[in-house]
């Protein structure tokens, strides 16, 4: 009876032991150094990770565990770039036109293709022009393209917008590629929540009002504004409108004091305030105005500021600069690089501490080339 008893009770204790190591983030090891360990892992095997199981999943998926490899010291700083789709090299041959797996950019594979190799290709454009996404991994010098499965593709002219806090990436309005009329489509990339090879894409709401050329920023985590551009009929716009991402509603905004197309959007850290800076006005094409409003979503009205004012003093940045020309072809200017096709990318050292910029040149594997029609950049 009594060895029956001891059977039991080390049976149950062993049972206990495995749900214990099940629950642990790594079995066998404190779940503090199992999170140092998970932490350096490098984005593009996330999505593998997620399939480990469904802790993993859980953790991996959320927002803290990349504010802790932010604090770590272990970010992807992925650069991302609107394109487009490179020339079709043989229209007898199936190629894969998008691949979400990174491609590295120092590998043999990617130098393969010499100047001779180049001349004799039979290229021929899409028609219409198709556009995808271009991720280059600064931390681990790789490329990838992906672009939304739904829909008639990502529009001409759109706007790149990063929500850094939340891991996603917006791509608003645009031209539609077919008939280059404004769209005001909404395409919605979630890094964080990617499971699987493919890039967890869906679409937005769409805009209230379809624009181009637009300004657009970021408010806090998750509050999206948007201002000006132009109409169908190339009129400039005064209309403004602010998207929240999580409940995926628009709502408009008064309109601004001025008509602005072609103008910029910024925002700062911390700050309720939507600048709109520059612009022109349907009667003044291409005259550029030297003045900026901003919208404050507390106080819910837009104030100008004059060219000529200076608030706020000097702020420091610390970010590192991204710069790429595009053109698709070898160039001939200063920038050229023999060894891409173009002119390639650069980016600034982020230890220049000297108040000098130091730039780093990039090589731009074949298919990563393309004029970038817009850009933005998040941390992950």
């Known amino acids: 009876m009594e060895e029956q008893k001891s059977r039991s009770i080390g049976l149950q204790k062993a049972v206990e032991d495995d749900q214990k190591q099940l629950q642990q983030l790594i079995p066998g090891l404190p779940d503090e150094i199992a999170m140092e360990c998970l932490v350096k892992v490098p984005y593009q095997f996330h999505s593998n990770?997620?399939?480990?199981?469904?802790?993993?999943?859980h953790l991996i998926s959320h927002p803290s565990f990349y504010q802790q490899r932010l604090k770590s010291g272990t970010s992807d700083h992925l650069v991302c770039l609107v394109q487009p789709l490179p020339p079709i090299k043989d229209t007898t041959t199936t190629t894969t036109e998008d691949d979400d797996t990174p491609l590295d950019s120092n590998s043999s594979y990617n130098n393969k293709t010499t100047k001779d190799?180049?001349?004799?290709?039979?290229?021929?454009?899409?028609?219409?022009?198709?556009?995808?996404?271009?991720?280059?991994?600064?931390?681990?010098?790789?490329?990838?393209?992906?672009?939304?499965?739904?829909?008639?593709?990502?529009?001409?002219?759109?706007?790149?917008?990063?929500?850094?806090?939340?891991?996603?990436?917006?791509?608003?309005?645009?031209?539609?590629?077919?008939t280059l009329e404004p769209v005001p489509h909404v395409f919605i990339l979630d890094f964080i929540g990617t499971t699987g090879a493919a890039c967890n894409w869906r679409r937005g709401a769409s805009m209230s009002v379809p624009r181009s050329f637009f300004a657009c920023a970021v408010i806090g985590s998750s509050t999206v504004c948007v201002a000006g551009g132009h109409d169908s009929q190339k009129n400039a716009l005064r209309s403004a409108e602010v998207y929240d991402v999580e409940t995926d509603q628009w709502k408009m905004l008064p309109d601004m004091i001025e008509e602005r197309d072609e103008c910029q959007g910024l925002t700062w850290e911390g700050d309720s305030k939507f600048w709109v800076v520059s612009g022109y006005g349907t009667e003044s094409q291409g005259q550029f105005r030297s003045d900026a409003e901003f919208y404050d979503l507390y106080a819910g009205c837009w104030s100008k500021v004059d060219?000529?004012?200076?608030?706020g003093g000097t702020r420091k940045n610390k970010h590192r600069l991204f710069v790429m020309s595009g053109g698709g072809g070898r160039g001939s200017s200063a920038l050229a690089c023999g060894d891409c096709d173009g002119e390639g990318a650069?980016?600034?050292?982020?230890?220049?501490?000297?108040?000098t910029i130091k730039w780093k040149h990039i090589y731009t594997p074949l298919g990563f080339s393309g004029f970038p029609y817009s850009a933005s950049s998040i941390i992950i």
């Open 49 to 57: 990770m997620k399939s480990v199981c469904h802790t993993w999943q």
């Open 117 to 178: 190799e180049d001349k004799q290709e039979q290229q021929r454009i899409h028609s219409p022009p198709q556009y995808a996404l271009s991720i280059y991994n600064t931390t681990h010098n790789t490329w990838q393209r992906t672009r939304p499965t739904e829909g008639s593709g990502i529009p001409m002219f759109c706007q790149c917008l990063a929500l850094p806090s939340s891991g996603k990436l917006l791509l608003l309005g645009g031209w539609d590629p077919t």
């Open 307 to 311: 060219g000529s004012s200076r608030q």
């Open 346 to 355: 650069f980016i600034s050292d982020e230890n220049s501490n000297d108040g």
